[in-house]
Structure formats: structure tokens, C-alpha cells
């Protein structure tokens, strides 16, 4: 929602400044935004071809965020914008698992699978996303920040 601007914009940045290798757009870039930016991102959705989720404590505060998104021509749904506090993180606090399954479910509904990009250096990541039934799919692209370095595709089967 529109109103909720304020906390998209809190949790980008925290995002951006946590783990850089994450995302397609920097720190500084992200915070030259004017407040309209963030408005616009808050109202925005992706209708029938995407997904928006969020994880708020009890007490308000966001703890982290993923969505899915089905791009124009693509066959299977792509995980984006994956982030989960550090102090949310963890089996334990079942943050990532909740979020996971919901995007899951919804994915499950438009394809057998579901793909993401990772950095080739962001080993947590990676481990994290084959934890949880990710495999490489031998595909890389160049990472648009920094061409010299790779995103690797992973792929999780859905039925």
C-alpha cells in the first residue's frame, strides 16, 4: 500500500547496505530517490504476474521481504528482492521459511518450477537457496553492476 512507503523505503536500504551482491541497484543510487519513488514502489503490483510479501513483527518493525514475478516471455516465475534481516534469519526464527512457502504456493499455481539469480559470490546465498531444494542450472548472465562478475541461475521443482 501506498501508505506503507516510509518502511519500503527503510527495508531497501537496509537490503542495499546489508548485502550489495544482492540486488540490481546500489546504496547510493537507492537513496537519491525522491519520496514519490518510494510511494509509487509502496502502491505498486504486478497484478496476476507477480506477488509482493512482506514479514512484520508483532511490534511493526519489517523483517524482511521476497517476491516472485513472471516477465514477460518467461515460462517459469522468478524469485526477486529477497532479503531477511540478520536477526531474523535462521531456521529458528522461521522467517525465511514462511515467506518461502507462501511465494512457493503462488508459484506453484503458474509453473513447475521456480528460478532465481544469485551472485556467484554471494556464498550464503547460495547455500541457503540449496537448503532449500535451489540447484544451478548451469546458466549464468553477466551482473549488470559489475559485468566482470556472474549471476548464477538456480531452479527449484515445484511438483
Not at 25 to 53: P, V, Y
Request: hydrophobic fraction near 45%.
Amino acid at each position: 500500500m501506498e501508505d506503507d512507503w516510509p518502511q519500503v523505503k527503510a527495508l531497501r536500504l537496509e537490503m542495499l547496505a546489508d548485502t550489495p551482491l544482492a540486488y540490481l541497484e546500489t546504496l547510493d543510487s537507492a537513496r537519491d530517490h525522491a519520496d514519490d519513488f518510494w510511494r509509487r514502489r509502496a502502491a505498486g503490483g504486478w497484478g496476476e504476474q507477480g506477488i509482493n510479501l512482506v514479514a512484520i513483527a508483532a511490534d511493526g518493525r519489517w523483517l524482511g521481504t521476497m517476491a516472485c514475478r513472471i516477465f514477460d516471455g518467461a515460462v517459469e516465475p522468478y524469485l526477486v528482492g529477497v532479503y531477511v534481516a540478520p536477526a531474523a534469519r535462521g531456521a529458528a526464527a522461521g522467517v525465511t521459511d514462511a515467506l518461502l512457502t507462501a511465494i512457493e504456493e503462488w508459484a506453484s499455481t503458474m509453473a513447475s518450477g521456480l528460478l532465481l539469480d544469485v551472485h556467484e559470490d554471494n556464498a550464503a546465498a547460495r547455500r541457503a537457496y540449496a537448503k532449500r531444494g535451489f540447484v544451478e542450472t548451469g546458466r549464468t548472465i553477466p551482473y549488470p553492476l559489475d559485468p566482470r562478475s556472474r549471476e548464477l541461475q538456480m531452479r527449484k521443482s515445484l511438483r
